[in-house]
């Protein structure tokens, strides 16, 4: 199946409720790339080639899903970063907010008319994604990889020294 964007072993950061998001949203990417006629739908659609407008609205409909899963995304993050103590928290959060800043931005120009949804905006999103995904999301999956390899370890520890107790 043709696909924009690939969500390979590469994309993985091991935590999967992260993955499980991630993978969601470039699924979205996927379908704007296939709504905007930018890759080849698969399977081969059998309604015929939609109009413009169509096309259009189908592609800022999926924006929009877009910029929702992305807020929803970076709340639930952001918790599990609470919840394990993750030291980078805050700078964490600044770039969430960037980032969802940047998407309003480009769906405002995409309203107003001066940005079409077709490659350009692909690119930018698959960029926008990609940058901080391989970048601070894998700085956190890994402490959060660590932090929960080292409490299931205290725990069996724990669990051990009852049982020899008792
Ligand atoms: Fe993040
Ligand atoms: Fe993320």
Not at 43 to 61: K, Y
Not at 147 to 156: G, H, K, V
Request: proline fraction near 5%; charge should be negative.
């Amino acid at each position: 199946m043709p696909k924009y964007m690939q969500f390979g072993s590469n994309l993985e950061l091991g935590v999967d409720a992260m993955d499980q998001e991630h993978r969601e949203m470039v699924d979205l990417l996927n379908q704007l790339a296939c709504a905007c006629g930018v890759e080849p739908c698969w399977p081969v659609p059998v309604e015929p080639r939609p109009a413009p407008e169509v096309r259009h609205q189908r592609a800022r409909a999926l924006l929009n899903r877009l910029e929702q899963a992305a807020r929803e995304h970076f709340l639930s993050e952001e918790a599990m970063m609470s919840a394990c103590a993750y030291p980078e928290l805050e700078p964490h959060r600044t770039e969430h907010h960037i980032l969802l800043a940047e998407l309003r931005n480009l769906l405002q120009s995409i309203d107003s008319g001066q940005e079409r949804i077709g490659e350009a905006v692909l690119r930018e999103l698959k960029l926008w994604l990609l940058g901080h995904l391989v970048t601070s999301d894998k700085a956190f999956a890994e402490h959060y990889r660590q932090t929960r390899d080292a409490t299931l370890e205290r725990w069996s520890s724990t669990r051990l020294e009852r049982s020899l107790s008792s």
